[in-house]
């Protein structure tokens, strides 16, 4: 079984590039499957972790920024593998 682990963050004003830097730097307790990072505009940015675990399995997230270097609290999501192509 795979899932996957969602973690998506709002950079403040102007901050885009640092919260984009900050999330390539964190690391994780154990390396997963695969880790991809994305940014979108208004200062977005995604991090997805695949793991090789059951839905409900204790595996490592990323933590909350800094305080100020984003707008909103972190947006987090868990997704099952059901096909693949």
Known sequence: MTVAL?????????RGGELLAWAREQRLDREPLRRETFRAPRDRVLVITWWAE????????????EPGLVT????RWRFEAVASE
Not at 54 to 59: F, T
Not at 72 to 75: L, M, S
């Open 72 to 75: 909103r609290a972190v947006h």
């Open 6 to 14: 969602m973690w998506e963050a709002r950079a403040a004003e102007g």
């Open 54 to 65: 059951p839905y409900d399995a204790v595996v490592p997230e990323l933590p909350e920024p």
